[in-house]
Every structure is written in C-alpha cells, then in structure tokens.
C-alpha cells in the first residue's frame, strides 16, 4: 500500500503499538503565550496562509510532527499557564495519544507498554501499570467525572484482550473483563450511567492482521459495570462496526445496522419509517444522537453496492421524520485487510450546545490510512438543525468541537501540503489559524 509521509505520521497517533518512554525535554522556539480565546472583533496579524492568528486554547491536545525522521514527535497540552510539552518519542513505535482530564489538571498515556499519570502543573509524573516484558497497555481514556480511567491489556502474541478500571484518587486497579472467556477492545468504548460499553469476541474466534478487523464478522456489543459485575452481550446476533451511541439521559444505545438497545427490548430502524426511499439492502452505520436525545445521525450505505455513495441522515425520532443532508464517496482505495463497503469510522458530529453537526467526509479513524493522493477529497460541512449546510471547509479533516460547542477546530493542508490546525468561529464562520508550530495535527480537545 502506497502511504505519503503525512499519512504514516496520523497513523501514528491513531495505533497503539509498543514502544518506550522518553524523558520530556524543553524545545526551543516554543514560548508560552496567553491561552484566552479572542472575541471575533480581535484583529491579530495574519498568517503565511493568510487567516488571522490565535493562541491555542486551554486543554486542547496537539502533537508536533517531524519534517523528516531525523527528530522527535512531540505531544503537547496548552494549560492556563501556556503550553506543556507532556511527552516526546524518539522512535517511531507510537503510543496512545495523551488524554486530557476534562479539569485540564492531568493527561494520561501509554508509553508503549505501561499507563502513566502526568500532573500537568508540576509535570509529576506516576506510573500506573508494571506490566511484564510480553504485555502492554494501551488507549487509556477519563471517565467523565474524572473519578476513573479505563485502559486495555494486551500481549505480544494477542491472546489477551482485557480492560481495566483505574480509581484515580485510592490508586485501586480493578480488571473489569479478565474473568472472561472473550477479548476486549478498548478502542471505541463508550460510557454509560456506572458503566462502559465495547466490543468483544470470543477468544476462538479469529482476530485477524487488522485492528478494526473484529467488526467485519465476530465482534458483539458488550457492557460491565464499572465495580467488574453485569458483563453481558447486549445483542448476540449483531456485529459492530463503530463506537456505539448512548443517548444522554443514558437509558438507550444506538448502535450498527440501525438497532437501538432500552430497556432489554431491541428496535430496529427503518428509513422507510421516516419517509426515506431506500432499498432495503442499505444499512444505517456510525449513529450519534443529539445532545437533546431527540435526534440521531446515521450515515446509510447500501450493503450490496459497495462502490455506492455514502448518506448522512438526521432522524427526528420526536416526529418521526428525517432529511438526508449530505451525500460523498467514501475513500476505500487499497485498505487491505481494513476494507469494508460498510462505515467503519465516525463520520457526523454533534456540537456540544447541540446547535450544529459536523460531517467530515474522511471518516475519523480512517485518517491513519492517508493513501496517495486521497488527501485532496476531503471536507468538512457544518449544518444547523434544520439540515442546511452553513459552510464547507474543503481540505479539512479530524474535526474536535470545542465544550461550548462555540468553536471547531480540525486539521487542515497548508499549502505546502503539511498538516496545521486551524478553527472556525460558529458566530461569525471566520476561520483562524491556531499559533502552533509548522506541521502541528490536532488529537484532543
């Protein structure tokens, strides 16, 4: 498979793969500055690409890319006190990207093998895991009260998949999933009220040379308790692509090929239902509901035409209606054992406020397979509620809401094809270059 530079480089922070941890460093040309974001009035000068500049905002995470192989990458943090370079690696195996708490007070991260907790104002850093020389961890994320982190562990050989609960403040580790006899993914997990949600298979089953290869054929949605109990397959007879959807009072799940799970009942959805004229050979794929719980987003793809384009819907499950308001052709060229004519990425994205979706023709996580050439297809498009496009920012990728849902930022090609982080201002649609080093890509915000 043909990969430009720039591809291996967001492969890199997508994968979790071994590698070792180095000791921070200070790196020259990089001054902490004010972090407050400016009101749309503020005239700052312009950049090379000539859109206004911005500090970066507090608790967004980005990473530094090297222009060749001759230099570490770099992950940095932008706290109240300016920019905090929380780790670097000076080889090329990649670690889980750092997760910031949602207080911006701590990151955590894999360094190939063991989870570490950093405290970013003193840089006090602890080790979270001793894990033999065989075993690794890896994608740890925050609960959303910051009382946990939740983190997979793994073996050379993959013959152990297993997820693990950490209790910040006691220390206390806690194998949520190791009394199983199936393997968990901790990529694409999802929260639940006292619980997560995530993909497992049985150990039998055969997992194949791709991460994402479990959801093509064997993977099923599984949940536990965040105390170890209640693990159970939530619908034995449907695999999973995506990251599943839990609605925000917490009391549904949507999920692949048009299920929602509540209450122990199953429904299945029809766009026909809605007054959408489609086959009945297309699948609904990638939901995600509004932050009002009133609406869900589904890409739709017809199963039996892979070649077809790919649909975003919006479903008003309040009046039982829904509105295609995009359409694109996915990017599938030479993937490999990653193909699927089915979404296997996130796709629509809900701002936070619930005012906007975003739509973003390269799927999140098949930005880690940037082909040749395939760069030059993408975009972003924002709509109100009302499903009309307000704006589309073309070569724009791996778009991050900020909380107030007032902000999005997102990666963009400069126009010497490196990546850059820019953001648009939903109040006036004016798009800022963030202050960040020359080939910078966003990972958190």
Not at 45 to 70: E, R
Not at 179 to 196: E, T
Not at 264 to 279: A, E, H, R, W
């Amino acid at each position: 498979m043909k990969k430009t530079i720039i591809g291996l480089f967001l492969f890199l922070f997508m994968v979790s793969c071994r590698g070792r941890q180095a000791t921070p460093v200070a790196v020259p040309g990089i001054t902490p500055t004010a972090v407050a974001i400016p009101s749309a009035s503020t005239v700052p000068p312009a950049s090379p690409s000539g859109f206004p500049v911005m500090p970066v905002p507090v608790g967004m995470v980005y990473s530094k890319l090297p222009p060749n192989y001759d230099t570490p990458v770099q992950w940095w943090v932008m706290t109240e006190n300016g920019p905090h370079l929380v780790m670097y690696r000076d080889n090329w195996d990649p670690p889980a990207v750092p997760v910031v708490s949602h207080d911006h007070s701590l990151a955590v991260f894999s360094d190939g093998q063991n989870v570490w907790l950093i405290n970013l104002p003193t840089d006090e850093k602890r080790k979270l895991t001793n894990l033999s020389k065989n075993e690794y961890g890896y994608d740890p994320v925050w609960s959303p009260d910051d009382q946990y982190i939740i983190y997979g562990i793994t073996t050379t050989n993959n013959t152990k998949f297993d997820l693990w609960r950490l209790n910040v403040q006691s220390g206390e580790n806690l194998d949520l999933t190791g009394g199983q006899d199936r393997l968990q993914q901790a990529l694409d997990l999802a929260w639940q009220p006292n619980g997560i949600l995530f993909s497992s298979w049985k150990k039998s089953d055969e997992r194949g040379n791709c991460l994402r290869l479990p959801r093509l054929s064997i993977s099923r949605l599984t949940q536990v308790r965040l105390d170890g109990s209640n693990y159970k397959i939530l619908d034995p007879n449907t695999v999973t692509f995506n990251r599943p959807s839990v609605s925000p009072d917490g009391n549904s799940i949507a999920y692949d090929f048009g299920h929602i799970y509540s209450g122990g009942q199953i429904t299945i959805v029809n766009p026909k239902d809605f007054g959408l004229n489609f086959s009945d050979t297309v699948a609904l794929m990638s939901p995600s509901w509004s932050p009002a719980g009133t609406e869900l987003s589904w890409v739709i793809a017809d199963s039996n035409n892979p070649m077809n384009s790919f649909n975003v819907a919006v479903f008003d499950l309040v009046n039982k209606s829904a509105k295609v308001i995009t359409q694109f052709e996915p990017y599938r060229d030479e993937l490999g054992a990653c193909q699927t004519s089915l979404p296997d990425a996130e796709y629509t994205f809900w701002s936070p406020d619930g005012k906007w979706l975003a739509v973003s023709s390269l799927g999140f996580d098949e930005s880690k397979y940037n082909l040749e050439g395939g760069w030059r297809r993408t975009w972003i498009r924002i709509f109100n509620k009302n499903g009309e496009v307000l704006t589309t920012i073309d070569e724009a990728y791996q778009p991050f809401w900020s909380p107030d849902g007032k902000w999005l930022a997102f990666d963009r090609f400069d126009k010497q094809g490196l990546p850059t982080i820019q953001v648009i201002d939903t109040g006036t649609w004016k798009v800022w270059q963030l202050d960040v080093p020359a080939n910078s890509t966003i990972t958190d915000w």
